[in-house]
């Protein structure tokens, strides 16, 4: 028997289907043996007492980005990695964002210059389009599929990002074609800027209003018609940021009816309301987000849609933008609400608050946080050649929980590189207190030991449809349609 580089010893091993007692030997990155008697070892790790897990996924965050109104996210590949990894993530997909008039392989090669020298952890990229031209749509996509970049996101808001319907179609019969998912922020941009202007008008420009400014149709609208517009081709598509029911109840007889839709929600809409906003001076900025918070009720819908599997995927969203004129404040000490940067930190809560609200309160069990935190997005994502399970052959990305830690949030303690955080004096029960990415200790005694650049970038597959429901609309459909070929 080979000897193992790492062992871990005595824990309990979940994954998103099973639970149970297992030693598991690790050799050159991989998972190689799972059992009793596995051999001797370099090193031993003895998890008596831990919870043995696969390492978190985060599938939704906004690292040294620029928003189209170019400000820059506060993390850069190294804090944003960092703090990833302290909140028991060994991989990231992050945005490579496309402004209008740039080439997809310009993109590209500006992310993979930020990434590779400096993330710890492994990563890959979704790719924002926001200029679908001809070219895009007909070379630059599929290159970029090749690379092995294979989901794509669209705005169906923000003036300076949406795309309209035609454009969607045009992108999404492209993410068919080659084998990509379109993932889609679905707000409607009209109802936005109508209420918006009329609230500013009225002389409402405080950070709270920012959440009347997004009302709840605007997003079952457009969630609506962009599962029209998906299922019209046959093609999967995944909301991102659900915040209501309404949005989530769209998803839910979508899949019902048989259309390859998928849902994600994020730990804002469970865990803060938009009471957090109603903030003396301009403190309630600190939560502005799009899709903003709700009201107390939706929290509980939203995680009865989580419970439920309406969401199959959970991400912290995390957009860095500090509470200064770098970040939030960058139009001014006193911006009216349509003037501040969007978005919340989360990468390194994300995690440790659905294990202490879900998990430990048993509103989820451990198999579902599993599938929620790494599973689930492995496979939609087509990164589970790789990662998602403590399986042999596997990379060994794991994450071991001491599930009776307990610890207060604080913005002070995080490894983000920001000044607050929204979930300030939470107290959460679970923490990943040791991280192994392919094999090595990463974090370890709430030290960092991992270097930078030493996670790597992942190709993902195509994505692939088989076995998932879904029918071409008739109008498409040759047996249906007086034999018509429509080319797409
Ligand atoms: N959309 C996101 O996905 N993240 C932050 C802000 C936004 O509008
Ligand atoms: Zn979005
Ligand atoms: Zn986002």
């Known amino acids: 028997m080979q000897k193992l580089d790492l062992k871990i010893i005595n824990g309990t091993v979940a994954n998103s289907t099973e639970t149970f007692r297992s030693d598991i030997g690790i050799k050159d990155g991989v998972i190689v043996a799972i059992g009793k008697e596995i051999g001797d070892s370099e090193r031993i790790i003895d998890a008596k007492g831990q919870l043995v897990l696969p390492g978190g996924i985060e599938a939704h965050c906004h690292i040294e980005q620029e928003s189209s109104s170019g400000i820059m996210t506060s993390d850069d590949y190294y804090s944003g990695s960092v703090s990833a990894a302290f909140g028991g993530n060994t991989c990231i997909i992050p945005f490579a964002a496309q402004h209008r008039g740039q080439n997809l392989h310009d993109v590209l090669d500006l992310y993979h210059g930020r990434a590779e020298p400096k993330s710890v952890i492994d990563y890959s990229f979704h790719l924002i389009i926001s200029d679908p031209t001809e070219n895009v749509i007909k070379n630059e996509l599929p290159d970029v599929i090749e690379q092995g970049i294979t989901s794509f996101k669209v705005y169906m808001t923000y003036d300076k990002l949406i795309v309209n319907d035609e454009q969607m179609l045009e992108i999404m019969a492209a993410a068919k074609k080659h084998g990509a998912l379109t993932m889609i922020h679905a707000e409607n941009n009209a109802m936005i800027n109508w209420m918006s202007e009329k609230l500013i008008k009225g002389d409402h420009k405080e950070p709270k209003?920012?959440?009347?400014?997004?009302?709840?149709?605007?997003?079952?609208?457009?969630?609506?018609?962009?599962?029209?517009?998906?299922?019209?081709?046959?093609?999967?598509?995944?909301?991102?940021?659900?915040?209501?029911?309404?949005?989530?109840?769209?998803?839910?007889?979508?899949r019902y009816d048989g259309h390859k839709v998928f849902g994600e929600t994020c730990p804002q809409y469970m865990f803060l309301n938009s009471s957090d906003m109603d903030l003396p001076e301009m403190q309630g900025a600190q939560f502005c987000c799009s899709p903003p918070l709700r009201d107390r009720a939706s929290q509980e819908e939203i995680w009865r849609c989580l419970q439920n599997g309406t969401f199959q995927v959970y991400s912290s969203d995390h957009?860095?933008?500090?509470?200064?004129?770098?970040?939030?404040l960058h139009a001014g000490k006193k911006p009216p609400f349509t003037k501040i940067a969007n978005g919340l930190p989360g990468i390194e809560t994300r995690l440790p608050l659905l294990f202490s609200e879900g998990v430990m309160k048993k509103r989820i069990s451990l198999n579902h946080f599993v599938a929620l935190a790494a599973t689930n997005v492995s496979k939609i994502y087509g990164l589970d050649h790789r990662k998602g399970s403590i399986t042999e052959g596997k990379d060994a990305d794991i994450a071991i929980?001491?599930?009776?830690?307990?610890?207060?949030?604080?913005?002070?303690?995080?490894?983000?590189?920001?000044d607050f955080t929204p979930y300030e004096g939470m107290e959460v029960r679970g923490w990943p207190e040791i991280v192994i990415q392919r094999g090595e200790v990463i974090i370890e005694d709430n030290k960092l030991i991992a270097e930078r650049g030493d996670g790597e970038f992942i190709h993902r597959k195509r994505i692939d449809c088989t076995g998932m429901p879904g029918r071409l609309a008739p109008e498409l459909d040759h047996n249906k349609n007086f034999g018509v070929d429509i080319d797409f």
């Open 401 to 418: 929980w001491n599930p009776e830690a307990k610890r207060v949030i604080k913005a002070e303690d995080l490894h983000d590189n920001m």
């Open 209 to 254: 209003f920012h959440a009347l400014s997004h009302p709840r149709t605007a997003e079952s609208e457009a969630i609506n018609r962009a599962v029209a517009l998906s299922s019209f081709i046959d093609t999967p598509i995944l909301i991102v940021h659900v915040s209501t029911e309404a949005g989530a109840r769209i998803i839910a007889e979508a």
């Open 319 to 328: 957009a860095p933008y500090r509470f200064d004129e770098t970040g939030k």
